[in-house]
């Protein structure tokens, strides 16, 4: 996993441009993959693009519906799945939420998330020495790990600030 932005940005940031590379990375992605970057899989990612906080299938639908006519829950779910499996999306499994990445890696790459407690943005990091510590010690048991999701709870830089 390549990290070329930050891990928490800017509140002030140029959010319009981080949106706008984000969809850039999605359509090279798609392109580089040879998959279909079709119109609603674009608005789900723009959907969970409105933010840097993750967002449940719900709460999807209702951005989309602020501006298009309501979409199915199975559309959205649909459309969350093709970009979690071209690692353009993120489950957050304690939020039972998604989260937009523009990182430059695989479905299966480890990652962790930071997740803020004040103000409910999430960053990401990558964890790969740590996901192959763990699958050690799972495999030392006979046990069999298939997906590691490390989620971390705090308190971003921008929030220890304000305090």
């Known amino acids: 996993m390549t990290l070329t932005k930050p891990t928490f940005p800017a509140p002030d940031h140029d959010h ?13 992605v798609c392109k580089r993959r040879a998959q279909k970057f079709t119109s609603i899989r674009r608005q789900v990612l723009q959907a969970l693009l409105s933010s840097h906080r993750p967002l449940g299938a719900y709460e999807v639908i209702d951005e ?35 989260l937009a990445c523009a990182h430059d890696h695989d479905a299966a790459a480890m990652v962790a998330f930071l997740i803020c407690e004040r103000c409910g943005s ?14 050690v010690a799972a495999r030392a048991t006979g046990f069999a790990p298939k997906l590691s999701v490390v989620e971390i709870t705090g308190t971003c830089a921008h929030c220890q600030k304000t305090a």
């Open 16 to 28: 319009d441009r981080c949106t706008a590379d984000a969809i850039d990375h999605a359509e090279q």
């Open 64 to 98: 989309l519906a602020k501006s298009m006519p309501r979409p199915a829950p199975i559309t959205v779910y649909r459309a969350l799945d093709f970009l979690m499996e071209n690692g353009l999306v993120h489950r957050i499994e304690s939020r039972n939420a998604f």
């Open 122 to 135: 999430v960053g990401e990091i990558p964890a790969a020495p740590v996901a192959q510590s763990l699958n």
